[in-house]
């Protein structure tokens, strides 16, 4: 059973970067792609970005893509998520999520859930 905690929210101007991150615990974190994920007030939640057990691999949404980066440390049981250039509607709450085997950006394919932290961006 993995744990998976976040943090690293919080209010910023539009324009501006967050960093959050994920602590890993309870598993082989480097087993696991590692994706992040998130929920606007009243949608769906939504895929943002995966990476590879290695670290090598990454995939972005095209609504994030240039602006966010995905990176892990291994030795730290932790995955990151850089937030730059950040717009009004990338307000949600952020959660990062972890899988066994292979690539998805499908919600239903991760495994193991944060509690997620909010990102609020004013205009």
């Known amino acids: 059973q993995v744990q998976l905690v976040e943090s690293g929210g919080g209010l910023v101007q539009a324009g501006g970067s967050l960093r959050l991150s994920c602590a890993a615990s309870?598993?082989?974190?480097?087993?696991?792609?590692m994706g992040w994920f998130r929920q606007a007030p009243g949608k769906e939640r939504e895929f943002v970005a995966y990476?590879?057990?290695?670290?090598?691999?990454?995939t972005y949404a095209d609504s994030v893509k240039g602006r966010f980066t995905i990176s892990r440390g291994n030795a730290k049981n932790t995955v990151y998520l850089q937030m730059n250039s950040l717009k009004p509607e990338d307000t949600a709450v952020y959660y990062c999520?972890?899988?066994?085997?292979?690539?998805?950006?499908?919600?239903?394919?991760?495994?193991?859930w944060g509690q997620g932290t909010q990102v609020t961006v004013s205009s």
């Open positions: 990476i590879s057990t290695s670290g090598v691999i990454t």
């Open positions: 999520a972890a899988k066994r085997t292979g690539f998805d950006v499908s919600v239903l394919k991760y495994d193991y």
């Open positions: 309870g598993g082989t974190f480097s087993s696991y792609v």
